[in-house]
């Protein structure tokens, strides 16, 4: 693989992936379609007891490619996401971000997919989609879900970030540490007190029980916020001129349209 890295860990009870493009480990066509191999691969493997997602080097993810929002682009970048999204959502295998640096956009909804987000002190969290005339289809609906409406909304709204200790206590983050060296430390001994004893039978359906809403939610207005955003959103100006504007490095020229 050109932009994943996997690493089995404890007895091969744990997939370790690594988001890793030598730059801002940007989720583009071509990293989706690694991770969805590596999600139906993990469909077939019955003692796997957690997945844990890191980034390469100072951050987890810059998000999706901006490139790829582009018009001619939206319709498989957005449909190719949210299929890999749906395919490691159904696999009811326990899943950990492990988040250092910038969070953003993509990555955020990739995390947010996890059932625990571990986070150092340098980790930076938003969807600066709505900076760019458009809306982020999972993080709508799984924002409001982990951390409660009016807290999405501030972020999904302003597209601003959220420091590590806001996250933390916005319930975003689930633990949080000072340093990378110490997010690694405990994220092993987390895993070594709390996963590695449980049965990997077992914690599959715990995750399929604790997230029967979660999931029922997710299934259901996805396709519908999926539609929104290819047949309206797409075919307003302001969408594609945010895009191109940030792209030309520009300040867009809004027409309210």
């Not at 480990?25 to 989706?32: G, R």
């Amino acid at each position: 693989m050109e932009k994943i890295k996997l690493v089995y860990r404890f007895d091969n009870s744990v997939a370790h992936i690594t988001l890793d493009d030598g730059k801002g480990n940007v989720l583009d066509h071509l990293m989706m379609d690694e991770l969805q191999q590596l999600a139906d691969a993990f469909g077939k493997q019955q003692h796997l007891k957690l997945i844990v997602i890191q980034g390469a080097g100072k951050h987890f993810s810059f998000g999706a490619s901006v490139e790829e929002h582009q018009r001619e682009y939206a319709e498989a970048m957005l449909r190719g996401f949210h299929r890999m999204l749906l395919s490691f959502r159904n696999l009811s295998v326990p899943m950990a971000a492990v988040v250092s640096g910038q969070c953003l956009g993509g990555g955020l909804e990739l995390a947010l997919i996890c059932h625990q987000m571990f986070a150092d002190r340098t980790a930076r969290f938003g969807q600066p989609e709505i900076v760019l005339g458009v809306f982020p289809p999972p993080a709508s609906i799984l924002l409001p879900e982990k951390i409660g409406l009016s807290r999405a909304e501030d972020l999904l709204l302003t597209g601003r970030s959220a420091g590590a200790e806001e996250a933390y206590q916005m319930g975003l983050v689930n633990r949080l540490f000072e340093t990378r060296a110490e997010l690694d430390a405990g994220t092993d001994a987390w895993i070594e007190e709390y996963i590695l004893p449980k049965s990997a039978s077992s914690l599959r359906y715990a995750c399929q029980a604790g997230r029967i809403k979660f999931n029922h939610v997710f299934n259901n207005f996805l396709p519908q916020l999926e539609q929104l955003y290819l047949a309206e959103l797409m075919n307003t100006h302001d969408a594609n001129e945010g895009i191109r504007s940030f792209m030309e490095k520009r300040k867009p020229e809004w027409r309210d349209a």
